[in-house]
């Protein structure tokens, strides 16, 4: 598959690291979703990837096609990466950062009308569950979680209404990571916990 996009030229300092960085993206494809004429508003997460331990996946969805354009950058703020993506309304894609060094990377997008930025931590795992719960637009209650562990097992996640009722409830079975974004339109207030079999070992409310 050809990737899209351009690369930008960068100091010799980081010529090498992003060589390696874009060697190891793999283009996942463009996934088409329904479009309408707007203000292009769009949803916008990272998750880790559930098969690889340093890949983050991107994910997009904007109301109508556009260019949108992905940018990476280190916690200096120098910029590592970037691409433009043509005629899309809705995308997933991979990175690996397995040859970055450990850290906070911001990833940006930009599709013309709204600038997204979000935060992601490349660190060292350890046999532990990591979980992360993160909004991904506050006003239509989109919420990113990602559960990562070198441990085989299944995780219990739970939607919980203002009154501590479980409203939703699913089991994945998480092998390396998993990663879903929820669409909790109908909750003004919620809770989202994650349990496995030792207990709860996530929690965020909204």
Known sequence: MKLHGLLVRLTKKNKTMTKNFVM?????????????????????????????ESVFKVMYQGDEKSTVKISIKNDQGELIFKELIKD?????????????????????????????????????????KSVRISAVDTERNKVALTVYSLRKGEVIIKVLNEAKETVFE???????????????????????EVHDASGLIGSKSF
Request: glycine share 8%; proline share 2%; no cysteine.
């Open 24 to 52: 190891a993206i793999v283009l996942l494809g463009v996934a088409t979703v329904a479009s309408a004429k707007g203000t292009n508003e769009s949803d916008f997460a990272v998750v880790k990837s559930q098969a690889k």
């Open 88 to 128: 899309t309304d809705g995308f997933t894609r991979p990175y690996n950062f397995s040859s970055l060094p450990k850290g906070n990377y911001s990833v940006t997008i930009d599709n013309g009308v709204s600038v997204r930025t979000e935060i992601i931590s490349h660190e060292e795992v350890n046999s532990k």
């Open 170 to 192: 699913e089991s994945q079975f998480v092998q390396g990571g998993f990663g879903r974004l929820y669409n909790l339109k109908d909750l003004a207030h919620y809770t989202i």
